[in-house]
């Protein structure tokens, strides 16, 4: 069984502040991926970022970072000075080997808000 | 840059009726994914296509719900008769498909098809 959990709902925060948004994720795999999507109004996916289970380097994308620790199950994304631009539900994705091949799981997502 | 394309983008109907989603995958992608997505949560899979073949359709209602890939490039996705509770957004991904089916592999999606039973 997997499962991935995005405890925020909503966050709301105010242009130029540092957000962190949190992903759990639970999987009995050794090997598995995880994926970041953003999902403006326009509703379209946009893919982030995907890291494999072996590779617990941190990773820096602009004003985009990524923390990924497997002893707490945890793949954190941090948005660095948020713009309103970057306003969106964000989906933390969790895949692993499935019985028909890729078994791809999204969490509920977290709706941001950058208020001007 | 190489996209999703999915038609249309919207669409009202009412129950009973039946309604029919397009997807074109991006060019030379094997693997081919339909979800479909409930107003505030993630998106769900409903069925996994290989080229033609289907690899898992575990999640589709096959009472109401058809896919297919005849020639394994685009893919339509069927609903007769639409219920209310169809009313979603679908979404369609595709990835490279490797040698292992759908291999860990990034999905890219396209825009998705708003549906609405009235």
């Known amino acids: 069984a997997q499962k991935v959990t995005q405890a925020q709902t909503e966050i709301s925060v105010v242009e130029k502040e540092d957000v962190t948004l949190d992903c759990v994720y639970e999987?009995?795999?050794?090997?598995?991926?995880l994926f970041w999507y953003k999902q403006p109004p326009s509703g379209e996916l946009v893919f982030l970022i995907r890291r494999n289970s072996f590779d617990e380097q941190n990773e820096i994308s602009g004003r985009y970072s990524w923390n990924f620790q497997k002893s707490t199950s945890s793949f954190n994304f941090t948005i660095t000075a948020s713009q309103v631009v970057d306003s969106a539900v964000y989906f933390c994705?969790?895949?692993?080997?499935?019985?028909?091949?890729?078994?791809?799981?999204f969490g509920p997502g977290t709706r941001l808000s950058v208020l001007p | 840059e190489a996209e999703v394309a999915q038609s249309p983008r919207y669409k009202i109907t009412e129950k009973s009726q039946a309604v029919a989603f397009w997807c074109d995958p991006i060019?030379?992608?094997?693997?081919l994914y339909w979800y479909r997505q409930i107003l505030g949560q993630g998106p769900e899979l409903l069925v996994q296509f290989q080229d033609e073949s289907v690899v898992d359709d575990s999640q589709l209602p096959k009472d109401r719900f058809s896919a297919e890939r005849l020639k394994g490039v685009d893919s339509t996705l069927k609903i007769q008769p639409a219920e209310l509770g169809d009313s979603a957004m679908y979404l369609c991904?595709?990835?490279?498909?490797?040698?292992?089916?759908?291999?860990?592999?990034?999905?890219?999606f396209g825009p998705g098809t708003r549906l609405l039973v009235l």
């Open positions: 991904a595709s990835s490279l498909g490797g040698t292992y089916v759908g291999g860990y592999e990034t999905q890219y």
């Open positions: 994705a969790l895949s692993e080997a499935g019985d028909y091949g890729q078994n791809f799981v």
């Open positions: 060019s030379g992608h094997a693997t």
């Open positions: 999987t009995r795999d050794t090997t598995y991926y």
